[in-house]
């Protein structure tokens, strides 16, 4: 769980994008003056662990696309060869942000407040956590998480994750 990992609500992408434009792709959340409020949430990619997450709510499977995102920033891809060698690429190496479905938005934002233990305990079982990892570390970031969410749908916004390697 070591990838840099954020997660915050905004108006709209574009909003994201001249956000992480003027930071320098820096995170947005965070810091002495985020751009966004969210949730630092190391290690939890939005395809898996919080596909993982979405999946307890709904009451089924994980299965793979269950989060639908877009691509925010980088919005172009820098001339010449690029690839996963070349460190200059942030295609290859990031940081990323990428927009997440209202799906999953009004997934989490639906979510009981008062299930976050229970929903913590449940995610503590993807593999992707490894042994170790319990429930009742999970739950305030499920929390913080479901919150994050009400706010974004209350507020008519989307969902977004910050991410690099």
Request: charged share 25%; glycine share 10%; proline share 10%.
């Amino acid at each position: 769980m070591g990838v840099p990992t954020d997660y915050f609500h905004a108006p709209d992408a574009a909003t994201v994008a001249r956000a992480v434009d003027a930071a320098d792709g820096y995170p947005v959340v965070g810091g002495a003056c985020p751009a966004f409020v969210g949730v630092e949430a190391k290690g939890i990619d939005p395809d898996v662990l919080l596909g993982q997450l979405v999946a307890a709510i709904a009451g089924g499977p994980w299965r793979p696309g269950l989060v639908a995102q877009s691509i925010v920033w980088p919005t172009t891809r820098p001339p010449g060869p690029q690839g996963p060698e070349d460190d200059d690429d942030p295609w290859a190496t990031g940081p990323w942000v990428v927009e997440l479905d209202t799906a999953t938005r009004d997934a989490l934002a639906g979510a009981d407040p008062a299930d976050a233990p229970r929903l913590a305990a449940e995610w503590a079982c993807a593999e992707e956590f490894g042994d170790g990892t319990r429930g009742e570390d999970l739950t305030p970031l499920v929390a913080e998480l479901l919150d994050l969410a009400r706010r974004a749908r209350d507020r008519g916004e989307r969902l977004y994750c910050w991410s690099s390697l």
